[in-house]
């Protein structure tokens, strides 16, 4: 049984490598990929979740089978959902072979809109309404901002949301939607 337990992990591993040749994600990070870079989203349900090897594996509405290596304190607050769970993850493509993910989001698992800060260190989420139903258009009027500490929990009521390191500025360019979404990175 150990033996097919670590082929498994060996397994994982070999293809989270192969698929994203990237390490894990990590915290916030001061320096930000080139702001016009798309933000991209995937989604599906929760395949599984390895503590072990820090990763997740999602199963997407196409019937891809796609995964993801995280820090500890993404895996920890992740493991409160179960396999068959509604899922997003939001990322950007910064190069051919590398996805920077911003948030794991798990729709309709919260009434209202809750953000957890799994990034390690503060950050400020900044939240608008949208323009015609679209996020990070000009003209979106004020701009609320909210301070959450590292493993902190913040609800943000409107339309749009960026995140980003105090002192930074962001344009609030990801929608809302009920559900916990656990904030991973945070970009300018």
């Given at each position: 049984?150990?033996?097919?337990?670590?082929?498994?992990?060996?397994?994982?591993a070999?293809?989270?490598a192969?698929?994203?040749?990237a390490?894990?994600?990590?915290?916030?990070?001061p320096?930000?990929?080139d702001?016009?870079?798309?933000?991209?989203?995937?989604?599906?349900?929760?395949?599984?979740?390895?503590?072990?090897?820090?990763?997740?594996?999602?199963?997407?509405?196409?019937?891809?089978?796609?995964?993801?290596?995280?820090?500890?304190?993404?895996?920890?607050?992740?493991?409160?959902?179960?396999?068959g769970?509604a899922?997003?993850?939001?990322?950007?493509?910064?190069?051919?072979?590398?996805?920077?993910?911003?948030?794991?989001?798990?729709?309709g698992?919260?009434?209202t809109?809750?953000?957890?800060?799994?990034?390690g260190s503060?950050i400020?989420?900044?939240?608008?309404?949208?323009v015609?139903?679209?996020?990070?258009?000009?003209?979106?009027?004020?701009?609320?901002?909210?301070?959450?500490?590292?493993?902190?929990?913040a609800?943000?009521?409107?339309?749009?949301?960026?995140?980003s390191?105090?002192?930074?500025?962001?344009?609030?360019?990801?929608?809302?939607?009920?559900?916990?979404?656990?904030?991973?990175?945070?970009?300018?």
């Amino acid at each position: 049984m150990a033996c097919l337990r670590m082929g498994t992990r060996l397994v994982v591993a070999v293809v989270l490598a192969l698929l994203f040749g990237a390490p894990p994600a990590r915290a916030a990070a001061p320096a930000s990929p080139d702001p016009a870079v798309p933000h991209k989203s995937v989604y599906g349900k929760l395949a599984s979740i390895d503590k072990a090897d820090n990763a997740i594996v999602m199963k997407s509405d196409a019937g891809e089978s796609l995964g993801w290596r995280f820090d500890p304190r993404v895996i920890a607050e992740a493991a409160r959902f179960k396999p068959g769970d509604a899922m997003i993850v939001i990322y950007r493509q910064t190069a051919p072979n590398e996805k920077r993910v911003t948030a794991l989001a798990f729709p309709g698992s919260a009434p209202t809109p809750i953000y957890v800060n799994t990034t390690g260190s503060r950050i400020v989420v900044r939240s608008s309404a949208a323009v015609g139903g679209v996020c990070g258009q000009p003209g979106t009027g004020t701009i609320s901002e909210y301070t959450i500490p590292s493993g902190g929990v913040a609800e943000v009521v409107e339309a749009c949301w960026c995140c980003s390191a105090p002192g930074e500025t962001c344009t609030p360019g990801n929608k809302s939607g009920l559900g916990r979404a656990l904030l991973v990175q945070c970009f300018k």
